[in-house]
Nanobody, 127 residues
Framework: QVQLVESGGGLVQAGGSLRLSCAAS????????MGWFRQAPGKEREFVAG????????RYADSVKGRFTISRDNANNTVYLQMNSLKPEDTAVYYC????????????????????WGQGTQVTVSS
């Protein structure tokens, strides 16, 4: 497993942008498919974006398509979530997650397939 630490959350006005970072420990970061999830108060944790080991394949929730971009830097063991045109409904705790993957192009979107999680970072979007 890898250890994950998120950063970059905060308070932003609607229409603004934030960039979340997730730093991973370990020497096998490039063996993991990575994902971002979020959980709003009173709601279940939901998939936001996913990225293959190579970074060449991505998937997004419909609610964030065209506004969020997931990327990774395997040399620095970091995955990012660039969030633009933020809306109040994007307010949530955002979690980084890792899933060991044997396929370089596999993107995992199912919460239960991820076995390493960060502690979460709060994103609040004011109207």
């Amino acid at each position: 497993q890898v250890q994950l630490v998120e950063s970059g959350g905060g308070l932003v006005q609607a229409g603004g942008s934030l960039r979340l970072s997730c730093a991973a420990s370990g020497r096998t970061f490039s063996s993991y498919s990575m994902g971002w999830f979020r959980q709003a108060p009173g709601k279940e944790r939901e998939f936001v974006a996913g990225l293959s080991r190579s970074g060449g394949s991505t998937r997004y929730a419909d609610s964030v398509k065209g506004r969020f971009t997931i990327s990774r830097d395997n040399a620095n063991n970091t995955v990012y979530l660039q969030m633009n045109s933020l809306k109040p409904e994007d307010t949530a705790v955002y979690y980084c997650a890792a899933a060991y993957s044997s396929g370089s192009r596999v993107v995992i979107t199912t919460l239960g397939q991820y076995n390493s999680w960060g502690q979460g970072t709060q994103v609040t979007v004011s109207s």
